[in-house]
């Protein structure tokens, strides 16, 4: 039988993560007054949205090797303060093997006691890097040595420079000229651009014949060629008189006044070390050599600019913006919660998006109940995760039924962190839930497809196995009439359905997205803006965020990727958490809720770019969870999506 194949939507690239990811826009709490105006909305045309979602991909790529680079000093700082009196002891050596046990990326860690002159290596056996590569290795080993010396930390370019596949990183021992130095394998960066290349269709998808790169149409879905590599590399996706900067330590009051002298400057936004200088006589190449030169920062980068809305507003236009400051919440809205932030290593720098839909303060009203079971249907998801250990059932492996649901893709993954990775653990990243439970269906092979005959079968035994809510963040344009009789089949059995609705830029309904028993979701930016990337159309129900989202990826490392793939989970998350605080709610009314209390974007009430709006996560736990005054739902929700539905197949 010929099934149609499902594939996991695409996954597009975002603004700059270090700059913007502490940085959320204002929303007045007035859900009647629009954020956001439809007339103003520019949707990419086909040509500049290839060009977005090349830029996108490169800026995926840079935030991962970001991700890699903090989860791999956090590690260190863990060994070096392991090493018992500061000697080269047993514990040190079990904690270096049991470290690289899980963490192949972890290539080779070394003992450096520069007073002794001492060095003892924990090497993988499969470690054999070239001639060439291994005299850069030598070179950066010395400089990470001397840095101990001084009891410094130190961290490497990546390198080769033309196929990155290491760098280098040290730690030193508290008040001791000794510590920890790793070698980090990097090869993470080329299994996100290929996830990418499939997900944004920048090559044939699922992969037939000789291999091409190719995209498809936004409106006509047929294949166009586009370039192979960097075809837009010289594009100047940045605003031309800014700049990211973050340094070692904080700049002093008397040399930020002497830096905003130099580059004619206003006060900076700042996000934790992290600072966005404006000038108005200097560009970003002058910005660039001048921090570089005379204060040589820890990173400097351009802020990369989002091109969705030509007004050209940039976030200095916005006074009511979100931004972390020293461990604290500045909030606008002066709520009468004080949001929980949670100790990730991770949260406070990338994961921007839980903020922005109001988790934090939503915790205050569930964390979630192990009793909520969230099936994800997708590629399989790493068992063997940390950040997610103790967060996944047994699930089901429906493309080789005897073997485990495990992700050899990484998209299953990623979706699960961002629905349950463990909170508050110290490490990676926070889930939407602190309790809850994943159930990993292996619907999509590992070329990152499947058949409606997988997904349909997924569905169904996700169902019949106690799942609650059900993830499905991939789709395809055809109504394929078995996989509507699988939704069905949940639906009636009270399951909260979710899909992902597509990231190609186009109107036309993805399914299952578009079927009315499901709540279809589609991806804003940072900015509450649509994602250039992201689908739309009368049968859009919510929006969430979706671009660089900072969760779990494959062999226990973390990867930051867009896409309505990854606004989809958190919608899951929020209707498991819903579910949590009021186990007695019905599908149609956990939907309804989401529906209902939402941040109104574009024109008031419901439009085809931003359906209802964006996701509000406390207002939703605030209506589901206990207020006397009866539930208010938007009436009629599921016929009316029906009711367009039969309007559309005319």
Same mark, same amino acid.
């Given at each position: 039988?010929?099934?149609?194949?499902?594939?996991?939507?695409?996954?597009?690239?975002?603004?700059?993560?270090?700059?913007?990811?502490?940085?959320?826009?204002?929303?007045?709490?007035?859900?009647? /007054?629009?954020?956001? !105006?439809?007339?103003?909305?520019?949707?990419?045309?086909?040509?500049?949205? +290839?060009?977005?979602?090349?830029?996108?991909?490169?800026?995926?790529?840079?935030?991962?090797?970001?991700?890699?680079?903090?989860? &791999?000093?956090?590690?260190?700082?863990?060994?070096?303060?392991?090493?018992?009196?500061?000697?080269? %002891?047993?514990?040190?050596?079990?904690?270096?093997?049991?470290?690289?046990?899980?963490?192949?990326?972890?290539?080779?860690?070394?003992?450096?006691?520069?007073?002794?002159?001492? /060095?003892?290596?924990?090497?993988?056996?499969?470690? #054999?890097?070239?001639?060439?590569?291994?005299?850069?290795?030598?070179?950066?080993?010395?400089?990470?040595?001397?840095?101990?010396?001084?009891?410094?930390?130190?961290?490497?370019?990546?390198?080769?420079?033309?196929?990155?596949?290491?760098?280098?990183?040290?730690?030193?021992?508290?008040?001791?000229?000794?510590?920890?130095?790793?070698?980090?394998?990097? %090869?993470? =960066?080329?299994?996100? +651009?290929?996830?990418?290349?499939?997900?944004?269709?920048?090559?044939?998808?699922?992969?037939?014949?000789?291999?091409?790169?190719?995209?498809?149409?936004?409106?006509?879905?047929?294949?166009?060629?586009?370039?192979?590599?960097?075809?837009?590399?010289?594009?100047?996706?940045? @605003?031309?008189?800014?700049?990211?900067?973050?340094?070692?330590?904080?700049?002093?009051?008397?040399?930020?006044?002497?830096?905003?002298?130099?580059? !004619?400057?206003?006060?900076?936004?700042?996000?934790?070390?992290?600072?966005?200088?404006?000038?108005?006589?200097?560009?970003?190449?002058?910005? #660039?050599?001048?921090?570089?030169?005379?204060?040589?920062?820890?990173?400097?980068?351009?802020?990369?600019?989002?091109?969705?809305?030509?007004?050209?507003?940039?976030?200095?236009?916005?006074?009511?913006?979100?931004?972390?400051?020293?461990?604290?919440?500045?909030?606008?809205?002066?709520?009468?919660?004080?949001?929980?932030?949670?100790?990730?290593?991770?949260?406070?720098?990338?994961?921007?998006?839980?903020?922005?839909?109001? /988790?934090?303060?939503?915790?205050?009203? *569930?964390?979630?109940?192990?009793?909520?079971?969230?099936?994800?249907?997708?590629?399989?998801?790493?068992?063997?995760?940390?950040?997610?250990?103790?967060?996944?059932?047994?699930?089901?492996?429906?493309?080789?039924?005897?073997?485990?649901?495990?992700?050899?893709?990484?998209?299953?993954?990623?979706?699960?962190?961002?629905?349950?990775?463990?909170?508050?653990?110290?490490?990676?990243?926070?889930?939407?839930?602190?309790?809850?439970?994943?159930?990993?269906?292996?619907?999509?092979?590992? *070329?990152?497809?499947?058949? /409606?005959?997988?997904? &349909?079968?997924?569905?169904?035994?996700?169902?019949?196995?106690?799942?609650?809510?059900?993830?499905?963040?991939?789709?395809?344009?055809?109504?394929?009439?078995? =996989?509507?009789?699988?939704?069905?089949?949940?639906?009636?059995?009270?399951?909260?359905?979710?899909?992902?609705?597509?990231?190609?830029?186009?109107?036309?309904?993805? @399914?299952?997205?578009?079927?009315?028993?499901?709540?279809?979701?589609?991806?804003?930016?940072?900015?509450?803006?649509?994602?250039?990337? *992201?689908?739309? %159309?009368?049968?859009?129900?919510?929006?969430?965020?979706?671009?660089?989202?900072?969760?779990?990826?494959?062999?226990?490392?973390?990867?930051?990727?867009?896409?309505?793939?990854?606004? !989809?989970?958190?919608?899951?998350?929020?209707?498991?958490?819903?579910?949590?605080?009021?186990?007695?709610?019905?599908?149609?009314?956990?939907?309804?809720?989401?529906?209902?209390?939402?941040?109104?974007?574009?024109?008031?009430?419901?439009?085809?770019?931003? %359906?209802?709006?964006?996701?509000?996560?406390?207002?939703? =736990? +605030?209506?589901?969870?206990?207020?006397?005054?009866? =539930?208010?739902?938007?009436?009629?929700?599921?016929? +009316?999506?029906?009711?367009?539905?039969?309007?559309?197949?005319?």
């Amino acid at each position: 039988m010929n099934w149609r194949r499902w594939a996991a939507w695409g996954l597009t690239g975002a603004a700059a993560v270090a700059a913007v990811s502490l940085l959320f826009p204002s929303s007045d709490n007035d859900k009647t /007054t629009p954020r956001n !105006s439809v007339t103003q909305l520019s949707v990419p045309k086909p040509a500049e949205e +290839q060009k977005l979602k090349q830029s996108m991909l490169k800026r995926d790529m840079t935030a991962t090797e970001r991700l890699s680079r903090m989860d &791999a000093r956090g590690h260190l700082r863990s060994l070096a303060a392991s090493s018992s009196g500061g000697s080269i %002891g047993d514990k040190l050596q079990r904690a270096a093997r049991e470290l690289q046990k899980d963490h192949k990326h972890f290539q080779a860690i070394l003992w450096y006691d520069a007073k002794k002159g001492q /060095t003892r290596q924990f090497r993988r056996e499969d470690f #054999k890097p070239d001639p060439a590569v291994s005299k850069q290795l030598n070179t950066y080993l010395g400089y990470a040595k001397k840095a101990l010396s001084k009891s410094s930390s130190y961290e490497s370019p990546s390198f080769p420079e033309k196929q990155p596949k290491y760098f280098i990183a040290a730690e030193p021992v508290k008040g001791k000229k000794q510590g920890i130095i790793a070698v980090m394998d990097i %090869g993470i =960066l080329g299994r996100v +651009q290929d996830h990418q290349n499939k997900n944004l269709r920048l090559i044939p998808y699922p992969k037939e014949g000789k291999f091409k790169v190719e995209s498809v149409h936004a409106d006509t879905l047929k294949d166009i060629t586009v370039k192979t590599g960097h075809d837009n590399e010289k594009a100047s996706h940045y @605003y031309e008189n800014e700049i990211v900067v973050t340094f070692h330590s904080k700049p002093t009051d008397e040399q930020m006044k002497q830096m905003l002298a130099d580059i !004619s400057g206003k006060p900076p936004r700042k996000l934790n070390s992290t600072y966005i200088f404006r000038s108005d006589t200097m560009s970003m190449q002058q910005l #660039k050599q001048y921090f570089q030169n005379k204060w040589k920062p820890k990173y400097i980068e351009p802020h990369y600019l989002y091109l969705t809305n030509e007004t050209g507003d940039s976030i200095w236009d916005d006074p009511g913006s979100y931004y972390y400051e020293d461990d604290q919440v500045s909030d606008t809205q002066g709520t009468e919660e004080t949001p929980e932030i949670p100790n990730d290593l991770l949260f406070s720098e990338y994961q921007w998006n839980l903020p922005i839909i109001e /988790t934090n303060r939503g915790w205050k009203l *569930s964390k979630g109940s192990n009793d909520v079971i969230v099936a994800v249907v997708d590629t399989g998801v790493d068992l063997k995760h940390p950040d997610l250990q103790g967060r996944l059932l047994k699930g089901y492996n429906v493309i080789n039924p005897d073997q485990e649901p495990t992700d050899d893709v990484g998209h299953g993954t990623h979706v699960a962190g961002i629905i349950s990775a463990n909170v508050n653990n110290g490490e990676g990243i926070a889930g939407m839930m602190w309790g809850g439970k994943i159930l990993p269906v292996k619907a999509l092979d590992q *070329s990152g497809s499947g058949t /409606t005959y997988s997904v &349909a079968q997924g569905i169904i035994w996700a169902t019949d196995h106690g799942a609650k809510v059900i993830n499905m963040s991939l789709g395809n344009y055809a109504d394929a009439q078995f =996989l509507h009789e699988a939704i069905k089949y949940a639906y009636e059995r009270d399951v909260v359905l979710i899909a992902a609705t597509g990231n190609d830029n186009t109107e036309r309904p993805g @399914y299952p997205a578009a079927y009315p028993e499901v709540l279809s979701v589609s991806a804003t930016d940072y900015n509450m803006q649509k994602a250039s990337f *992201s689908n739309y %159309g009368d049968y859009i129900d919510v929006m969430a965020p979706g671009e660089s989202i900072a969760s779990t990826y494959p062999d226990n490392q973390y990867a930051a990727l867009s896409g309505t793939s990854m606004a !989809s989970p958190h919608v899951a998350a929020l209707a498991a958490l819903i579910r949590s605080v009021n186990p007695d709610l019905k599908n149609t009314e956990v939907m309804d809720i989401i529906r209902k209390n939402v941040i109104d974007l574009g024109d008031k009430g419901r439009d085809k770019y931003y %359906g209802y709006g964006q996701i509000d996560v406390y207002a939703a =736990l +605030q209506a589901a969870g206990g207020s006397a005054a009866p =539930l208010q739902f938007w009436p009629q929700s599921v016929q +009316q999506k029906m009711d367009r539905a039969v309007e559309r197949a005319k």
